[in-house]
């Protein structure tokens, strides 16, 4: 075996038990702190984080949007507000030689 392998066998070897002592640390420094908050009943804003509760208790009230008349309808109950693009049911009507007018709803 070279050199190179051994110190590469050795790099894996270091590998495994720097991964294993982390998890065991990681491991007893959560015990820690959940201790610690229980202790003190600490909450997450005393240590500067945002409480999980606080987003989801509050929702923004919803935003009544006005409501956009209809200006085109078919017979079929085909609608389209003249807004973005032309609907399908709309363009295969005006290909088969309808003109847009004639689907035009009358305000009232």
Known sequence: ??????????????????????????????????????????????LGFAAASDNSSRRRPRIQQKKIPIKYQDNAGNTWTGRGLQPGWLNAAIAAGASLDSFKVNSP
């Open 1 to 46: 075996m070279s050199e190179y392998q051994k110190i590469q066998q050795q790099i894996a070897e270091l590998q495994r038990q720097a991964d294993s002592l982390w998890i065991t640390e990681r491991t007893a420094a959560i015990e820690t702190i959940s201790g610690l908050i229980k202790t003190f009943d600490l909450k997450p804003s005393d």
